[in-house]
T-cell receptor, first 115, second 113 residues
Framework: GAVVSQHPSWVICKSGTSVKIECRSL??????MFWYRQFPKQSLMLMAT?????????EQGVEKDKFLINHASLTLSTLTVTSAHPEDSSFYIC???????????FGSGTQLSVL | KQEVTQIPAALSVPEGENLVLNCSFT??????LQWFRQDPGKGLTSLLL?????REQTSGRLNASLDKSSGRSTLYIAASQPGDSATYLC????????????FGSGTRLLVRP
């Protein structure tokens, strides 16, 4: 099946620094990628949808200047958490859609801890 | 606004039991519904996808049903095994073209040996 690779799997950073998370589709071209965040024992909340070569569409309440999304190629999307603060600590997961396939393929997630 | 609810939030059963996980959604205008498995600190694995026109899907010991009119879906796991221990999430896709999924908060399942 299709594989989505997400790196890093975990990161610890100081407050005020920026963190970049990568999401790669390894064996297919992802027309659309989605970024979610998940707090402990809670569900996934969609943050933004990104299509290759265009600006990401952010969900209501998600600060686009804080969570920068770049989808420069059909196999790579990045999420940069700028000036991270402790309240940004969360589990971030990306997913990718293959063509018109209904199924989404998920990365393994990134646990971000901001001190 | 679509809301997805999963009951129970947690479930502990002895190995070998058959069990049912429930998912309900407030807006019946869905395109499809998916069940996912999530292991601790990991991403999601798609288990079953049911299109809005379908009533159920089966894969091995898993069977998912969909009653769109009542806004409900169930995931049936037969002969549960300790390896089934994980969080199970259901998610619905709306009728728009965005492919966005709305997730429930999940059921944490523990199958005791």
């Amino acid at each position: 099946g299709a594989v989505v690779s997400q790196h890093p799997s975990w990161v610890i950073c100081k407050s005020g620094t920026s963190v970049k998370i990568e999401c790669r589709s390894l064996d297919f071209q992802a027309t659309t990628m989605f970024w979610y965040r998940q707090f402990p024992k809670q569900s996934l909340m969609l943050m933004a949808t990104s299509n290759e070569g265009s600006k990401a569409t952010y969900e209501q309440g998600v600060e686009k200047d804080k969570f920068l999304i770049n989808h420069a190629s059909l196999t790579l999307s990045t999420l940069t958490v700028t000036s991270a603060h402790p309240e940004d600590s969360s589990f971030y997961i990306c997913s990718a859609r293959l063509g018109t396939n209904e199924k989404l393929f998920f990365g393994s997630g990134t646990q971000l801890s901001v001190l | 606004k679509q809301e997805v609810t999963q009951i129970p939030a947690a479930l502990s059963v002895p190995e070998g039991e058959n069990l049912v996980l429930n998912c309900s959604f407030t807006d019946s205008a869905i395109y499809n519904l998916q069940w996912f498995r999530q292991d601790p600190g990991k991403g999601l694995t798609s288990l079953l996808l049911i299109q809005s026109s379908q009533r159920e899907q089966t894969s091995g010991r898993l069977n998912a049903s969909l009653d769109k009119s009542s806004g409900r879906s169930t995931l049936y796991i037969a002969a549960s095994q300790p390896g089934d221990s994980a969080t199970y999430l259901c998610a619905v896709r709306g009728m728009d073209s965005s492919y966005k999924l709305i997730f429930g908060s999940g059921t944490r399942l523990l199958v005791r040996p």
